[in-house]
Every structure is written in structure tokens, then in C-alpha cells.
């Protein structure tokens, strides 16, 4: 079983910046590709970012392309995601997930967290 934790949500203003950080209990963390994933109210959870196990490859969804940068630092066990140019849609709980395929699909990821909030104000 692989804890995920992630923090680093909160408030701020459209075009400011956050940068969210996921720690993921396991000494294999470089064996698991790692997602974000949000869910807005009302809405259906959807992939933001993920990153292949060493790191060298990501995706991105669309709505947030030359605006978030997902990264991954394997000898601590930390996922990020470096949000800029926020904009009040991207307001939602972001989730941090460890799975087997680097996709931007639920289903490919086994373990989740609990949830961060992100609020971007107008």
C-alpha cells in the first residue's frame, strides 16, 4: 500500500502561481508513474499533468499547456506541480496519484490522495 499525500493548495488571485507537492510513501517511487488530477464541483475528475517514472517524459491536458509544469524528484519522493497564469476555472481539489502508465486517466492509477484545495479568485 502507497500513502499519497499532497499539499501546497490555497488561495490566490488570477495570474498568480502555486506550486503543489505530493510525497508518496514507498522506496520505489521512481517504479510508479505519477498523475495530477483535479475535480471541480459538479464536474467529473480530469487529468492535469502526469510523468513517466524517471521523469524524462510528461503530458499535459490541454486547458493547461505552457502553463503548468509537472515535475518529479525521485530521490526524495516528491511529486510538483508548478501552476502560473492561473485562472479562475482551474479552481478545484487537485489530486496526486501513483499508477502504473503515465496517462491521463483515472483508471491507470492505483493510489490517490486525499485532495488539496485550489481557489482562484477574480
Known amino acids: 500500500q502507497v500513502q499519497v499525500v499532497e499539499s501546497g493548495g490555497g488561495l490566490v488571485q488570477t495570474g498568480g502561481s502555486l506550486r503543489l507537492s505530493c510525497t508518496a510513501s514507498?522506496?520505489?517511487?521512481?517504479?510508479?508513474?505519477m498523475g495530477w488530477f483535479r475535480q471541480a464541483p459538479g464536474k467529473e475528475r480530469e487529468g492535469v499533468a502526469c510523468?513517466?517514472?524517471?521523469?524524462?517524459?510528461?503530458l499535459y491536458a490541454d486547458s493547461v499547456k505552457g502553463r503548468f509544469t509537472i515535475s518529479r524528484d525521485n530521490a526524495k519522493n516528491i511529486l510538483y506541480l508548478q501552476m502560473n497564469s492561473l485562472k479562475p476555472e482551474d479552481t478545484a481539489i487537485y489530486y496526486c496519484?501513483?499508477?502504473?502508465?503515465?496517462?491521463?486517466?483515472?483508471?491507470?492509477?492505483?493510489?490517490w490522495g486525499q485532495g488539496t484545495q485550489v481557489t482562484v479568485s477574480s
Open positions: 496519484a501513483a499508477g502504473r502508465v503515465a496517462w491521463l486517466r483515472t483508471t491507470a492509477y492505483d493510489y
Open positions: 514507498t522506496r520505489v517511487f521512481d517504479s510508479y508513474a
Open positions: 510523468v513517466y517514472r524517471g521523469g524524462g517524459s510528461s
